[in-house]
């Protein structure tokens, strides 16, 4: 039986995303009895195939795997978690065949530009993978693979692109990773020692006698990913993701508007733990002195109830 390493998951450098390649230092390499540019096999909730390369220099002395976010996905495992690692060996396939992530009509020779794009790089059966096309990416499931479930795809590899998407059950949406978000490092930096450190590590504020702070205020333009930072964080922290949206929770019926932030309350704690993200608040809780609407004033003292309760 192989050999197999359990090492706690980071994010990829940017220079690495979308390779399809993790890294590990030479004594897990040693271990493992491998090679950079051997396949390894990563197991958490899912498994699925990748290249192992040296970790780099400031990495040499950590235990850690690097990996990027489809990498994450298809593996099933988040940033922090722990990830089996065993050598592999991949055969070159003999077929593999891609269902796109929703209905698309694509040119002649666009099945050998895939190829192309997919040489010499490993494939697992239920894997989501991203071709890059013109101005975007293309994200497609892979349905089937030959002669086994881990193939590599070389010379003698007949790709086929279907035009209708998989399965519902065939499908995994890949959610949005901290990779997704640039220019933003700093304030990804102190969102997450506010909102993932607390939840992945509440012992910590215990043993210091710390209380962890319960919420943060972003605030910006529309478009600065605000939005996308929250989806990030909960996706990364393994949190239930809820949004309330300001302007829809309002009602003209009596008590509407209340009971809808209360279900949305009821239902994170439910599924906690859970992130809300209340967007556009100041159109549901503006400066109290400045409220002059019955129905304000109650939404405002409602979610004063609720956040209290927290």
């Given at each position: 039986?192989?050999?197999s390493v359990?090492?706690k998951?980071?994010?990829?450098?940017?220079?690495?995303?979308?390779?399809?390649?993790v890294?590990?230092?030479?004594?897990?390499?040693?271990?493992?009895g491998?090679n950079?540019g051997d396949?390894?096999?990563?197991r958490?909730t899912?498994?699925?195939?990748?290249?192992?390369?040296?970790?780099?220099?400031?990495?040499?002395?950590?235990?850690?795997?690097r990996m990027?976010g489809?990498?994450?996905?298809?593996?099933?495992?988040k940033?922090?978690?722990?990830?089996?690692i065993?050598?592999?060996?991949?055969?070159?396939?003999?077929?593999?065949?891609l269902?796109?992530s929703?209905?698309v009509?694509f040119?002649?020779?666009?099945?050998?530009?895939?190829?192309h794009?997919?040489?010499?790089?490993?494939?697992t059966?239920g894997?989501?993978?991203?071709i890059a096309?013109?101005g975007?990416?293309?994200q497609?499931?892979?349905?089937?693979a030959?002669?086994?479930k881990?193939?590599?795809?070389?010379?003698a590899?007949?790709?086929?692109?279907?035009?209708?998407?998989?399965?519902?059950?065939e499908?995994?949406?890949?959610q949005?990773?901290?990779?997704?978000?640039?220019?933003?490092?700093?304030?990804?930096q102190?969102?997450?020692?506010?909102i993932?450190?607390?939840m992945?590590s509440p012992?910590?504020?215990?043993?210091?006698?710390?209380t962890?702070p319960k919420?943060?205020?972003l605030h910006?333009?529309p478009?600065?990913?605000?939005?996308?930072?929250?989806?990030?964080?909960?996706?990364?922290?393994?949190a239930?993701?809820?949004?309330?949206?300001?302007?829809e929770?309002?009602?003209?019926?009596?008590?509407e508007?209340?009971?809808?932030?209360?279900?949305?309350?009821e239902d994170?704690?439910?599924?906690?733990?859970s992130i809300i993200?209340?967007d556009?608040?100041?159109?549901?809780a503006?400066?109290?002195?400045?409220?002059?609407?019955?129905?304000?004033?109650?939404?405002?003292?409602?979610?004063l109830s609720?956040?209290?309760?927290?």
């Amino acid at each position: 039986m192989p050999k197999s390493v359990k090492l706690k998951v980071a994010a990829a450098m940017p220079r690495d995303q979308g390779r399809g390649i993790v890294r590990l230092n030479s004594s897990v390499r040693r271990e493992l009895g491998i090679n950079s540019g051997d396949y390894v096999l990563l197991r958490g909730t899912k498994e699925t195939v990748a290249v192992c390369w040296p970790a780099l220099k400031e990495d040499e002395i950590l235990d850690m795997v690097r990996m990027d976010g489809l990498i994450r996905t298809n593996a099933g495992v988040k940033l922090g978690e722990v990830v089996e690692i065993s050598p592999v060996n991949v055969p070159e396939g003999t077929r593999v065949v891609l269902a796109p992530s929703q209905p698309v009509r694509f040119q002649r020779g666009f099945e050998e530009y895939v190829k192309h794009q997919l040489m010499n790089k490993p494939i697992t059966r239920g894997d989501i993978i991203m071709i890059a096309s013109i101005g975007q990416g293309l994200q497609f499931t892979v349905t089937a693979a030959a002669p086994g479930k881990h193939v590599r795809v070389g010379p003698a590899t007949q790709v086929e692109v279907l035009t209708k998407p998989a399965k519902p059950e065939e499908v995994t949406v890949p959610q949005v990773t901290y990779e997704d978000i640039g220019g933003l490092g700093k304030e990804l930096q102190k969102i997450r020692e506010m909102i993932e450190l607390p939840m992945k590590s509440p012992e910590l504020f215990k043993r210091l006698g710390i209380t962890p702070p319960k919420g943060v205020l972003l605030h910006g333009p529309p478009g600065t990913g605000k939005t996308l930072i929250a989806k990030a964080v909960a996706n990364e922290s393994g949190a239930t993701f809820r949004v309330i949206n300001g302007p829809e929770i309002m009602s003209k019926f009596y008590g509407e508007s209340e009971q809808k932030l209360r279900e949305v309350f009821e239902d994170a704690e439910k599924n906690a733990p859970s992130i809300i993200f209340i967007d556009e608040l100041d159109s549901i809780a503006p400066k109290r002195a400045e409220v002059t609407g019955e129905v304000e004033r109650r939404v405002v003292a409602q979610l004063l109830s609720l956040m209290d309760g927290l």
